[in-house]
């Protein structure tokens, strides 16, 4: 029986239509980072009610469920379960109005805005299958569930505590992310597929005073500002045209009061790239420029670096891509494409790295695909036909009002995926990926 065969024999194999209300309740019940117990409690359960030896607690809320069947390769499954610190605006009936608390004792509205909710549901849908349609394939299944995916530090976590020692070396790592794109769609990309990122709190020194006598400090507002205008020529003026490089100043924070100039600003900066030619160019280049806007300010102090955090290049296997990629042509027809390089990032990678074993890492598509239809025309029969120049981007459904003509990508506070068909169609493409080994 081939590849494509044996995974329509397991989807035929078993019911699982509790995959909806769990969805909606790990929507309704987010967690922040390193606080994934309630997720993880229940991954945990449906877990062991399928006969899966379950690890939990490792790297703090993480946990592997492990499930042996015969001789043949070790495939790891990989899903991260942590929400982010936003508003939710999706007006949906199953909206969290949850709240947590930060590491800084600050309150949060909490909310499921990058999918996290869709990834734990799909690899918990696609155990299930597995277990119960056990005799079509043979060897290991490990279902890793992570925390702390946003921080970029959960994956980094399970390998430090252990994780080692709670499962066998996998052959190959797979993992998914849900985007706006298609519901029922997927997407692979050989090479490097999400970017690096690197983050820096800079605090840069001046010298405070009083609004009306600024020539007795050395104002660090003005130098802030002048560091944000120089940083924009390193991607403009110092990277090579062929190699792609994002740099962001997302927060500048100085001072208190209208006539008190402060005597520090802290400045957080973002850095993106795809090998580490270009991110080390831009990590020096960043030292560079606020290091000489100090010296032409005066400052009585040099800056301070602070390296809040790193993900690593998503780099996926060539080789386990294309088997990938093979088994969902099969499985899925003309819904399975290729997708360019995104720039968003994740530490997906380490557990792979780890256990120095290949990797891949694909899209799925999450958003209602009428929004992807082109709007009705229906003009008025005495007026002419609308002229002007073509939209740029996909033309989407009903009213013309800019509002409607969003897409909500992740990390955005009306981020909403459809349940269907994007739960099954994940639950399939991480199915279909295991067996390509299995």
């Known amino acids: 029986m081939n590849t494509t065969s044996r995974v329509r024999a397991l989807l035929a194999g078993d019911d699982l239509d509790w995959q909806d209300e769990f969805y909606r309740d790990l929507h309704r019940h987010p967690e922040l980072s390193h606080q994934e117990h309630r997720t993880a409690r229940k991954a945990a359960e449906k877990l062991r009610s399928n006969g899966y030896q379950v690890h939990d607690g490792i790297g703090g809320t993480g946990l592997v469920g492990v499930l042996h069947n015969g001789d043949g390769p070790t495939v790891l499954l990989r899903a991260d379960m942590d929400a982010l610190p936003v508003q939710e605006e999706t007006g949906l009936d199953h ?51 992570q925390p702390a995916e946003e921080l970029g530090d959960g994956a980094r976590g399970m390998v430090t505590d252990g994780l080692a020692d709670h499962i066998p070396k996998p052959d190959v790592v797979l993992g998914q992310h849900v985007l706006p794109d298609k519901a029922g769609t997927v997407a692979t990309h050989a090479g490097p597929t999400l970017s690096a990122a690197d983050s820096l709190a800079i605090t840069v020194h001046g010298r405070g005073g009083h609004g009306s006598m600024p020539h007795t400090t050395v104002d660090p507002v003005v130098l802030a500002a002048m560091i944000v205008v120089r940083l924009q020529t390193v991607v403009s003026r110092e990277t090579a045209p062929n190699a792609t490089a994002v740099l962001t100043v997302g927060s500048i924070r100085a001072g208190t009061k209208n006539n008190i ?51 690593p290049v998503t780099n996926n296997d060539p080789d386990a891509t294309a088997r990938v990629a093979a088994s969902f042509a099969a499985v899925f027809g003309d819904r399975a494409s290729t997708m360019d390089p995104w720039p968003a990032s994740e530490d997906f990678s380490e557990i792979a790295d780890a256990f120095d074993a290949p990797y891949t890492y694909w899209g799925l598509g999450g958003t209602d695909p009428a929004l992807f239809e082109p709007a009705p025309s229906d003009p008025a029969p005495s007026d002419p036909a609308p002229s002007g120049p073509a939209q740029s981007g996909p033309a989407l459904s009903g009213p013309a009002d800019a509002a409607k003509q969003e897409i909500p990508g992740n990390h955005s506070p009306r981020f909403a995926p459809v349940p269907q068909p994007t739960l099954t169609t994940g639950t399939q493409a991480l199915v279909a990926a295991a067996l390509a080994w299995l």
């Open 95 to 145: 909206a969290s109005t949850a709240t947590g608390t930060t590491t800084t004792g600050d309150t949060v509205p909490v909310m499921h805005a990058c999918g996290h909710d869709v990834h734990v549901t799909c690899l918990l849908g696609a155990a299930e299958l597995l277990a119960s349609g056990a005799q079509h394939w043979s060897g290991t299944v490990v279902a890793l569930f």
């Open 261 to 311: 100039i402060p005597d520090h600003a802290v400045i957080e900066v973002n850095l993106r790239s795809y090998d580490e030619h270009t991110r080390q160019a831009l990590l020096e280049a960043v030292h560079r420029v606020v290091r000489a806007e100090c010296t032409a300010s005066g400052c009585p102090a040099e800056p301070e670096f602070e390296h809040t955090n790193r993900f």
